[in-house]
């Protein structure tokens, strides 16, 4: 049952990562569409949870949700899903110089992550 459990949350986390880097590829490319697939994300998690712990936590926290309202009116979402790959995860990426004046959106490369 812990071995399912662990790998749940694996399965999830790695969905999250996937959905931030949707965001930062300009995949998902609006805010509104973005906290979605968070949310529809999230209660999948939560219901698969239910599977191995009565109260499962959310994967996606309300505090993720409130700094991207925050951040909606400041920048762009591939900007912010890039800073968070960074900032969070550790991931770095190329971002290729003069593509028509870095015009949003913009091409990135993941460094092998």
């Not at 900032?87 to 770095?92: D, E, F, L, N």
Request: proline share 3%; charged share 35%; hydrophobic share 35%.
């Amino acid at each position: 049952m812990e071995e399912g459990k662990k790998q749940c949350e694996e399965k999830f986390k790695q969905e999250l990562l996937d959905v931030w880097k949707d965001a930062a590829e300009y995949k998902i490319k609006t805010y509104d569409d973005f906290a979605n697939e968070l949310r529809m994300l999230n209660e999948r998690y939560v219901d698969e949870m239910e599977d191995f712990e009565e109260f499962p936590s959310d994967i996606v926290l309300e505090s993720e949700y409130d700094s991207i309202e925050k951040f909606k009116e400041k920048m762009s979402l591939q900007v912010y899903a890039l800073g968070h790959l960074d900032s969070i995860y550790g991931i770095k990426c190329e971002v290729p110089l003069d593509t028509e004046k870095l015009a949003i959106p913009f091409q990135v490369i993941f460094n092998n992550n």
